[in-house]
């Protein structure tokens, strides 16, 4: 038994090592040269490339985001560190980094905690497939114990199924929650130096506030190549999409499902 | 009434007029001219857009080539004009245009859509110069200053960046667009102040506003021109007629707005020499003092004295290092917490940092307490140079044993707590990349796909529900067979009946059966009693139970006397007797 044990982890260890094919390693070892020898444009490209050859990894936006820091593109810094976030949600780099980048922001832009978020606190901790897997092991738990329960009428079985039956509800509500969090995420960072928001999706309407690199706003819905916005603090306002990137844009949370 | 007469026939006539009065012109023209061809960046121009012929209040005329300039609109009036008993209307749009930048601009057309149809206007040419001094000195109404001192600054150096506003007319929504420069922070420092001065001879009123500026890096810089938005209120020559008839009541002072442009100042920053730099030097730039002060110089073994050490002076402050003192032999040395204070004057920030030490002598003798030192580049001389405090003697007399401060510490106990200091931040940067990024999304990471993904949501359930229902349909099962047994067990003991040499054992037997099944009992051997018994138990009548009784009895006794195994005649009463049953039974 322990020398399975050994072999799971050893496995588990390797994972990574072969995962990726050995042209792709290669440009991650020069991309990872570039950046410590300063040239982050390289860097940059090399872990785009990775990025398109072999889809999204939290490290792998992390270092897109260190590489946008470097460029002075705070904005995209701060766009892949939200992505990263997703994939990497207690990295300790990632957000040290994150707040790094913040800094740099220039608006000042308030977090909106509900009610949802409150209760359901350990939601930003963990990632959805986290989440899924600890709610699948705990309804195939569950449902077992349900089971046994027909055949064993004991009275240890019926307290175990009450404890059982909280877990899975909160599980599962842990699931819905996250999977609706992902799924509706329209936040939103914007990329363009100083940006003029707009009363309407018009070029002549009016000014009404400007927003600058890295703020982060809430997508509410596109119309011809222009975006509607919305601030925590209630300031809506229209802008050329351009302007920003949808953080969940490029970001699949989800392997052979769509997206709910 | 007689004095409304005249307003009121005027009013008739013009009402009169307009009714019999016939249309000029329908067609819709636009026009666009501006009060000038020619201005500077710090002019602005009057552009007018007028509009005849629309049927009503016209909607707002949408201008092109105006990208390049502030726009105010100055306000719109209609007219209406009756010439030859023919009569036109039209609206006048008036704006205030500035430029941002200095070029030739084509301004228009102007253009409006009136019930489906696109009216354009003429274009009006502009050219935009930069502002010229005037050569003898006179700079106008109101004219802006800068100026910085010192001219020459090193690096992290702090200069006094000034704007003076010289005005000799009213002004209001002043604003300033200080310039921003890489390499060089400017801060607004302190309050504006307002007060009177003479320029070239004349009385101005002036209003001054200070910017802290500090360079970053050596270079030879330009600090860019300072704009200023404002609107000037220029009197009108009339005589006043009246107490509202007054410009704070925005009766006889009519404002435009204009911008101002400061001059653009040359602003060299030098390296910090290497020539000279002390070991120690940590950055520090300004002029500064170090005292120190030690109190008491006398006291006890136990007792405390404060070690003092005050830093002043202008300059980047943030560098003032935190001052070590060495081990001192005897001594133990508790480090407060810094204390820094600033105050903002005319010519910069002064900054007062204080350092203070607890020391506690252990025993009596005499210490040296050696000098703090402190090195910076002085901005005034062009060196560098090094602070050196007096060092100090502390002489302690013996304590009373029970004046010690604290216990000879023992191996393992936890030394006397020291005063916590928050960790000072020196410079701000980011983590560095992952050597590794990780697999893609797979695995336990990943969200399965979709078949995994409702099997493990459904099949648990499913699962259940399939085990559940099979045992509830087996229990059914073995409900319906039991019925069905019991329905059939009457049928059975009748057949046994009309069979033709029925023994007394066999006839018991089938009657045995019969009951069991019937009733639904535990196979076993009942006896006559135990029969009646349930069969009134169920609700049988007492006589058929009564006849049953005495038939089970003959068999019985048969059995009971060696003739059990031979023919009887009692089975076609108990196949009659039990049809009687069947039918009382519930």
């Known amino acids: 038994m322990r020398r399975l044990l050994l072999l799971l982890a050893a496995l588990c260890v390797a994972a990574p090592l072969w995962a990726a094919s050995p042209e792709s390693r290669k440009v991650l070892q020069e991309a990872d040269r570039a950046y410590r020898e300063a040239q982050y444009q390289a860097a940059q490209d090399g872990y785009l490339q990775l990025l398109r050859n072999e889809g999204a990894t939290g490290h792998l936006l992390y270092n897109l985001g260190n590489t946008a820091f470097r460029l002075n593109q705070t904005g995209r810094a701060i766009l892949y560190y939200e992505r990263a976030r997703l994939l990497l949600p207690r990295d300790p780099d990632l957000a040290y980094n994150l707040a790094r980048a913040r800094e740099l922001a220039r608006d000042a832009a308030p977090g909106s905690a509900g009610f949802a978020n409150a209760a359901f606190f350990w939601l930003g901790s963990l990632t959805l497939a986290e989440i899924f897997w600890f709610f699948a092991a705990t309804n195939v738990l569950f449902w077992s114990l349900m089971l046994l329960r027909l055949y064993v009428k004991a009275e240890w079985t019926h307290y175990l199924l009450y404890l059982f039956l909280t877990v899975w509800l909160i599980a599962g509500a842990s699931f819905w929650m996250k999977w609706h969090q992902v799924g509706s995420d329209d936040r939103a960072v914007i990329l363009a130096a100083e940006v003029g928001i707009l009363a309407g999706p018009d070029i002549r309407d009016t000014l009404l506030f400007k927003l600058h690199e890295g703020t982060i706003v809430r997508q509410e819905r596109t119309e011809e190549g222009w975006s509607l916005i919305r601030l925590a ?19 699949k949370p989800t392997r052979g499902l769509s997206s709910p | 009434m007689k004095r409304r007469a005249p307003g009121l026939l005027a009013a008739l006539a013009v009402v009169s007029l307009l009714a019999i009065a016939r249309p000029a012109n329908c067609e819709v023209t636009l026009s666009l001219s501006l009060d000038r061809s020619e201005a500077t960046l710090v002019d602005s121009v009057m552009l007018s857009v007028s509009v005849s012929g629309a049927r009503g209040q016209a909607a707002r005329p949408a201008i092109q080539g105006l990208d390049d300039f502030l726009v105010r609109p100055a306000g719109a009036s209609t007219r209406v004009q009756i010439v030859n008993g023919a009569y036109s209307s039209g609206t006048d749009f008036t704006f205030v245009i500035q430029p941002k930048k200095a070029g030739a601009f084509s301004i228009g057309p102007a253009q409006l859509t009136v019930d489906g149809t696109t009216y354009s206007s003429n274009v009006a040419a502009l050219a935009v110069g930069q502002p010229v001094a005037s050569p003898d000195g006179d700079r106008g109404p109101v004219f802006l200053v800068a100026s910085i001192a010192p001219a020459k600054v090193y690096i992290e150096q702090q200069a006094i960046y000034t704007l003076k506003l010289y005005r000799s007319v009213s002004i209001a929504d002043a604003s300033v667009n200080v310039p921003e420069l890489d390499g060089v922070a400017i801060a607004k420092h302190g309050e504006p102040r307002e007060y009177q001065g003479v320029h070239q001879g004349r009385p101005y009123q002036i209003i001054e506003v200070r910017y802290l500026v500090t360079p970053q890096r050596a270079g030879n810089f330009t600090l860019p021109p300072t704009r200023m938005d404002l609107t000037v209120y220029t009197p009108q020559n009339r005589p006043r007629r009246g107490i509202f008839d007054d410009p704070f009541f925005g009766q006889r002072a009519s404002g435009r707005p204009q911008a101002l442009m400061s001059e653009a100042l040359p602003f060299p920053v030098l390296p910090l020499p290497l020539d000279g730099r002390p070991a120690d030097f940590g950055g520090l730039v300004g002029g500064f003092t170090l005292e120190a002060t030690l109190e008491p110089r006398e006291l006890k073994a136990g007792e405390s004295a404060t070690l003092r050490a005050t830093v002043r002076g202008r300059g980047n402050v943030k560098r003032i290092p ?8 005897g001594i133990k040395v508790y480090a407060d917490q810094p204390v820094l204070k600033s105050e903002n004057d005319g010519d910069g920030v002064t900054v007062t940092k204080i350092l203070t030490w607890a020391l506690v002598p252990e025993r009596a003798g005499r210490y040296q307490i050696p000098p703090l030192a402190l090195s910076y580049f002085d901005t005034a ?28 510490r023992v191996a393992g106990t936890a030394a006397p707590a020291q005063p916590k200091r928050e960790v000072a931040e020196l410079g701000s940067d980011i983590l560095p990349v992952h050597a590794t990024i990780g697999e893609t999304a797979s695995g336990l990471a990943a969200l399965p796909g979709a078949a995994v993904f409702w099997l493990l949501l459904i099949g648990p359930v499913a699962a259940f529900l399939l085990t559940f229902g099979g045992a509830a349909l087996r229990q059914r099962s073995a409900g319906i067979t039991a019925a069905r047994s019991v329905r059939r067990a009457a049928g059975v003991f009748a057949r046994a009946c009309e069979r033709s040499g029925l023994t007394a054992d066999e006839l018991m037997q089938a009657l045995q059966d019969y009951l069991s099944q019937r009733l639904s009992l535990a196979r076993g051997s009942l006896t006559a009693d135990e029969a009646a018994a349930l069969l009134r138990s169920r609700s049988v009548n007492e006589r058929t139970v009564g006849e049953l009784h005495g038939l089970w009895r003959r068999v019985e006794d048969a059995i009971y006397t060696g003739r059990g195994g031979e023919a009887t005649t009692a089975g076609a009463a108990l196949a009659a007797l039990v049809a009687r049953i069947e039918k009382e039974l519930p």
């Open chain 1, 233 to 251: 603090d209630g300031k809506r306002g229209w802008l050329r999409s351009e302007g920003l990137e949808r953080i969940v844009a490029g970001y």
């Open chain 2, 322 to 329: 935190e001052l070590k003192i060495p081990t001192l032999d």
């Open chain 2, 381 to 408: 001389s062009g060196r560098y140079k090094s602070l050196k405090t007096t060092g100090a003697t502390l002489t302690v007399a013996p304590g009373r044993p029970g004046d010690l401060p604290a216990p000879p």
